[in-house]
């Protein structure tokens, strides 16, 4: 049982320690203590914690596991100290130890409010290579930045784009290194996600309010996370996020918009259960920049709800069942109202899924989770191009794994299995319909980890494969190599290779033939060859950070229109190329009042294909630059943050031409917070400004963002 800033240990070892202690044996001895350290929010292992014998210079770190062992620990009572760089100390904790015995302790450590690991602002001497490579987002972070999305709380991170809004086709979704969010896996807990109709994860489905952390890695990452990622992960973490107390937030503003959200934990025994629910609904009229003809659309209308719940057992933190829901009806703006005025999009979205961990048990690890998701689309327009049609999609998985602690390294196993079913109806034209197709996937995973300190040096190294097949096509292995080297005064490098892939969607494979699209089922799968490098320096109000990447992508799906039918139709590109750099600079000052960030991602994507009319020319959708920015002020009871992004010109055709792109694009944000309460119950006030230049900008082709916008959000926090 994990316990926060506490020892677990079981009925029969405090009955034997009880018996024990009357020897009150104070020699050296055989005994010892072993044990594994976790965070109390994630549950996740913690390397490089200092577990010491108060009074005595015995001590011992955790390794990249988690794990520890104190050897010939002293007979009779042992107080215990636990310290680790941005959490807080754990102890003294008091042990009995019995002359023979081993005792085993699994301790959880609370993080301290601090920046995500990637930019963490103290002076550390050492560092692990997940901790230079993984970009965490933390709960404390998003509640400071005002986030009211998960989308939101990713387009904040250094490298991360979101493409889409609520209206626009597939929602909100996420792009790691200027990658295209299909190419993106998406996790919810570690395990993934379906990805939609277009592959890509609509993030709208998962309320902030249960989001404990966000972590992304970029690159090509298939030997840990399978298909569809690579240009990296996003890993969605609802850990314990609300341990104790509660939240209510009511937001209303322009447009007769609201959102009203409630989250808290219920403590009922014998389980602990969190919670969150939200509820957004907006006006049917919604106003966009002078830049479009049609300034003021009708039938936009939001109403929408997600809800959460996390339910564990208080006798074991190893056992989790957690799942959320989504139900939305969306007015349609963009091309579709043109063609099908007052359509509406219904949609829900419900997963469930469950995660055992037994924990370290002699040096060894063994887990499993499954989980079971299942969403559905109806689209229905009333009058002209008359339509009703429903697509459902349902993703059922399950996994297992077993990890050890061997000879130095630290090796991991697991294997994964997942069905995927597409059905799609159309009730008007059921000759049109998509009719009802399977596929059954599997994966085998392995990786080995060794960090080694030299002095105040540490070097770290990772070596992972991936044997991933379904039963149509033949098994794909990827692998992937990392190497970094941490060196004193907060300086790191590290340098990385992989290969991954995707295959086609089901969608892709077998699109109704209509008028205006057919499938391909001769799709062959994506695959994707990446090496990339990375230096960063870190001090205590100064954090530098850059990678650069290559990666050649053989067989990229695109949709083209074919000149002969008209129709567009998924094929295949031989060869592209992507050469890409991402770069960031954090400041920060007196204590956090002033923060400074800045971040710069450079996408050179080129097709390769040897095609005449288009070899050499840019990718379709991918910016060649993006600037992001912001800067967040802290005085007494006031917090200001505002942010801006400029994006560069996005082609849509494959020709490049410039009357078929996206152009060029500045949008600014500003977020002003009152603090009219610190003690609990908490009491904050904050004004929220969108698109203050009122600026017509469009991230999905004929979908243009909403103009400038306004709101006021109160919370109380208890």
């Not at 899924?353 to 040096?363: I, N």
């Not at 002033?594 to 991602?601: G, P, S, T």
Request: charged letters at 25%; hydrophobic letters at 35%; aromatic letters at 8%.
């Amino acid at each position: 049982m994990y316990r926060y800033c506490s020892t677990g240990l079981s009925v029969v070892a405090a009955v034997v320690a009880l018996l024990g202690a009357s020897t009150q044996a104070l020699a050296q001895s055989n005994t010892s203590i072993t044990g594994v350290v976790t965070d109390s929010v994630t549950g996740l292992p913690i390397a490089d914690a200092v577990v010491r014998i108060v009074g005595s210079t015995e001590s011992a770190e955790t390794e990249t596991n988690g794990s520890f062992a104190l050897r010939s620990v002293p007979v009779g009572p042992v107080h215990l100290r636990v310290t680790r760089v941005g959490y807080r100390d754990c102890g003294p904790l008091t042990v009995d130890i019995v002359e023979g015995f081993t005792r085993r302790l699994n301790i959880a450590l609370t993080r301290l409010p601090v920046r995500m690991p990637d930019q963490t602002i103290e002076h550390r001497k050492r560092m692990t290579l997940d901790e230079v490579t993984i970009r965490r987002y933390t709960r404390d972070e998003i509640v400071n930045a005002g986030h009211r999305t998960v989308g939101e709380a990713l387009a904040a991170i250094p490298g991360v784009n979101v493409y889409g809004t609520a209206e626009s086709p597939g929602g909100t979704r996420v792009s790691v290194g200027g990658e295209r969010p299909h190419r993106v896996a998406v996790l919810f807990d570690g395990l993934p996600l379906a990805g939609g109709t277009d592959g890509a994860v609509d993030l709208d489905a998962i309320p902030l309010s249960a989001v404990a952390e966000i972590a992304v890695t970029p690159g090509a990452q298939s030997s840990t996370a399978g298909d569809a990622a690579i240009g990296g992960v996003v890993d969605i973490r609802t850990g314990a996020a609300m341990s104790s107390g509660g939240e209510a937030t009511l937001r209303a503003g322009q447009h007769d918009h609201y959102n009203a959200a409630l989250s808290g934990a219920v403590r009922l025994d014998p389980v602990t259960a969190n919670i969150a629910l939200e509820h957004t609904e907006r006006g049917g009229h919604f106003d966009y920049p002078s830049g479009e003809s049609n300034t003021e659309r009708n039938g936009t209308g939001e109403d929408k709800w997600r809800a959460f719940l996390a339910v564990t057992p208080q006798s074991s933190s190893s056992l989790r069942l957690s799942g959320f829901y989504y139900g939305s009806e969306i007015g349609l703006p963009g091309a579709l109202e043109q063609t099908t005025p007052n359509a509406t999009n219904e949609s829900s979205h419900l997963r469930i899924q469950g995660t055992w961990d037994r924990g370290a048990y002699h040096r060894s690890d063994i887990g499993a989770g499954v989980w079971y998701e299942e969403s559905t689309e109806h689209f229905v327009s009333p009058v002209r191009m008359r339509a009703d049609s429903e697509l459902r999609e349902r993703f059922i998985g399950g996994r297992t794994y077993v990890a050890h602690r061997l000879i130095g390294f630290d090796a991991r196993v697991e294997i994964e299995g997942r069905e995927r079913r597409l059905a799609g109806t159309d009730n008007l034209r059921p000759h049109l319909s998509f009719g009802v197709h399977d596929r059954t996937e599997f994966s085998l995973r392995s990786r080995l980890d060794r960090t080694v300190p030299i002095g105040s040096h540490v070097l770290s190294g990772t070596i992972a494969g991936t044997i991933d097949g379904d039963d149509v096509s033949s098994p794909s292995y990827v692998p992937r190599v990392d190497m970094g080297w941490s060196m004193p005064f907060g300086v790191h490098v590290r340098a990385g290779w992989g290969e991954s892939f995707r295959r086609p969607l089901l969608t892709s494979l077998f699109w109704k033939a209509d008028a205006y699209a057919v499938g391909n089922p001769d799709l062959k799968p994506e695959r994707a060859d990446e090496w990339e490098v990375g230096f960063g320096y870190r001090h205590d109000w100064l954090n530098i950070d850059t990678r650069y990447f290559e990666r050649d992508v053989q067989n990229i799906i695109v949709w083209q229109r074919s000149t002969v039918t008209g129709q567009y139709k998924p094929l295949n590109i031989d060869r592209s190329q992507v050469i890409g750099r991402e770069d960031h600079i954090g400041v920060r000052l007196f204590n956090d009042a002033i923060v400074l960030d800045y971040a710069h991602v450079y996408n050179g994507a080129y097709d390769h294909s040897g095609d005449v009319n288009y070899d050499s020319q840019t990718l379709i959708l991918t910016p060649r630059h993006t600037h992001d920015a912001s800067l967040s002020l802290r005085y007494d009871r006031w917090r200001l943050r505002t942010s801006g992004r400029w994006v560069s010109l996005r082609y849509i055709r494959r020709q490049n031409t410039p009357e078929k792109s996206l152009a060029p694009y500045r949008v600014f944000d500003a977020r002003l917070r009152y603090t009219a309460r610190k003690q609990s119950p908490t009491i904050s006030i904050a004004l929220e400004f969108d698109n203050l230049a009122n600026e017509y900008y469009e991230l999905l082709e004929r979908y243009p963002a909403p103009g400038r916008q306004w709101s006021v959000t109160t919370s109380i926090a208890f």
